[in-house]
């Protein structure tokens, strides 16, 4: 029992609770819900204060909430002849919060309010989603479960081969980490992408960037003079996301190597932010299309992934072993052109391992990063057949990764 609390722990927690109660109770309010911001800060006072008086109280304060849970139900069937489900669902979400603040918690009830009210905000967007779902999408999520929560506890957490080279856990952990951001980002494409051609660019570039950039110039098609540069502008911004997020991927396995990449990629994706801004002031609509990539989590593509980056990384390794970062660097160029985000992850692990520095997998980012870039050029021109266009990018391209190696090389040079 927790009856007494010095003055600045309780002034604390209870602004963490009346935090918590405005933060959902704000976007009840915005909803124009009978129950609005008050009630939910004082129901989460009332956990709080629950908590503090010790485990019966804080049943008491639990109950209390659901008997007003009742009555909300009975006024609004009553006057509306419907239930208020989600609304009674945070009522109790947030005593519970209040609870766990008086109990001395900060991130658990924090994070969970945030996510509650995202939920409530994104009503259209998730009953959109959840209606248009496919069973492969279904299947999709629970294989991505699957990976995660059963197979991996089963994998051995050590060097299997004499080489030293494969470790099963942890190259398992580093598929599923990049299967599931790329499954996020599927879903994110499968919200947004109907609202316009540059959601659909930028949030497909986040999934698979060469994939992208083939389908929406297959969309784009016939290429004339009036869809030239807007054919341009997309394929800048799936670039631009791709580069995002391979210094995302470097920052979630190697902080470390984060600054050495940083400013090669920032200068690429300012360089391609500028031209696509100088290009885009011309421009007033873009035409709504929805971007249909394949689902980046599924045995087979799981599988082929794994295989493409197991392989990058054993290259990547004993090239450094035995030829030293000149060789390191070279396989990450060439991993880049078959998957950019494999050879990131490898050049990642290898620097939170000791076994290369930080400059040199930053640097190698940047090269897979670059090759990623310009292996879309061909690829480009062969779904187009646009002459006018691919050596218009080429010329881009050439700038933009001109600009990236100067960065990097001023960066390498400065880190020695």
């Given at each position: ?269 300012a360089a391609a932010g500028v031209i696509f801004w100088r290009i885009r002031q011309h421009k007033t609509t873009t ?91 061909p690829l480009v021109y062969e779904q187009t057949k646009h ?30």
């Amino acid at each position: 029992m927790n009856v007494y609390l010095p003055a600045t722990a309780f002034a604390e927690r209870l602004a963490i609770t009346l935090l918590i109660g405005i933060l959902v109770g704000l976007e009840r309010a915005w909803a124009h819900k009978f129950v609005g911001l008050r009630t939910f800060a004082i129901v989460a006072v009332l956990g709080l204060l629950g908590s503090l008086l010790g485990t019966p109280f804080a049943l008491a304060s639990i109950v209390g909430t659901f008997l007003l849970v009742i009555y909300v139900n009975l006024r609004s069937l009553m006057v509306d002849r419907s239930l208020e489900i989600t609304t009674s669902a945070a009522l109790m979400v947030v005593v519970t919060l209040g609870v766990l603040v008086g109990q001395g918690q900060v991130f658990v009830p924090i994070a969970s309010a945030i996510v509650v009210t995202t939920l409530l905000a994104w009503k259209i967007e998730v009953e959109r989603f959840a209606t248009g779902l496919q069973p492969d999408e279904i299947r999709s999520a629970v294989l991505l479960g699957l990976l995660g929560f059963v197979v991996y506890p089963l994998l051995p957490n050590h060097f299997v081969d004499r080489w030293q080279l494969i470790n099963p856990r942890e190259a398992w952990v580093t598929v599923v980490v990049l299967a599931g951001i790329g499954f996020t980002n599927y879903v994110l494409l499968r919200l947004y992408s109907g609202r316009g051609l540059y959601y659909a660019a930028v949030l497909g570039g986040l999934v698979n960037s060469t994939a992208t950039a083939t389908e929406l110039c297959g969309l784009m098609c016939p290429i004339d003079d009036a869809r030239l540069a807007q054919t341009v502008e997309v394929l800048l911004l799936t670039r631009i996301a791709m580069f995002v997020r391979n210094l995302a991927i470097l920052l979630l396995f190697a902080p470390m190597a984060v600054a050495s990449a940083f400013w090669p990629l920032a200068v690429m994706i300012a360089a391609a932010g500028v031209i696509f801004w100088r290009i885009r002031q011309h421009k007033t609509t873009t035409p709504n299309i929805e971007l249909k990539l394949p689902l980046p989590v599924s045995f087979g593509r799981v599988f082929s992934f794994g295989l493409v980056f197991l392989a990058i990384q054993v290259l990547s390794e004993l090239a450094q072993r035995y030829t030293g970062h000149l060789g390191f660097l070279t396989v990450s160029f060439i991993g880049g052109i078959v998957s950019s985000a494999s050879a990131t992850a490898s050049a990642a692990l290898l620097a939170s391992h000791g076994q290369v520095s930080p400059h040199t997998a930053g640097a190698a980012v940047a090269l897979a990063s670059v090759s990623s870039a310009l292996i879309n050029l061909p690829l480009v021109y062969e779904q187009t057949k646009h002459k006018a266009l691919t050596r218009r990018l080429t010329i881009i391209w050439s700038a933009v990764v001109l600009l990236g190696l100067v960065a990097m090389a001023l960066v390498q040079r400065l880190g020695r």
